[in-house]
Nanobody, 124 residues
Framework: QVQLVESGGGLVQVGDSLRLSCAASGRTFSSYAMGWFRQAPGKEREFVGVISWSGGSRYYADSVKGRFTISRDNAKKTVYLQMNSLKPEDTAVYYC?????????????????WGQGTQVTVSS
């Protein structure tokens, strides 16, 4: 079992940067692939990016590629989402998620554990 807690969200201006953190509990964190998703009001939850258990592989949605970076520190049981050049369309609740099978999927159904989410609002 893994519990995930996101933090770092807030209200920022267009072009600003923000770093989200996702702290995990549980001994098997280092073996899980970790994903980030987001959900804007009235929209479905969408894939942002994923990082492999080792950190050696990362994939991103086209909408954030080149602006967002995922990293992880397995010793600290934490995964990060660095968001640069933020746009109003990045406004959403951001969730981290863990995949026990350590896949690198982009589907919500691929992930077994979810955090409660953290709000990111980008103001123009």
């Amino acid at each position: 079992q893994v519990q995930l807690v996101e933090s770092g969200g807030g209200l920022v201006q267009v072009g600003d940067s923000l770093r989200l953190s996702c702290a995990a509990s549980g001994r098997t964190f280092s073996s899980y692939a970790m994903g980030w998703f987001r959900q804007a009001p009235g929209k479905e939850r969408e894939f942002v990016g994923v990082i492999s258990w080792s950190g050696g592989s990362r994939y991103y949605a086209d909408s954030v590629k080149g602006r967002f970076t995922i990293s992880r520190d397995n010793a600290k049981k934490t995964v990060y989402l660095q968001m640069n050049s933020l746009k109003p369309e990045d406004t959403a609740v951001y969730y981290c998620a863990a995949d026990r099978d350590s896949g690198l999927g982009s589907e919500v159904s691929s992930y077994d554990y979810w955090g409660q989410g953290t709000q990111v609002t980008v103001s123009s």
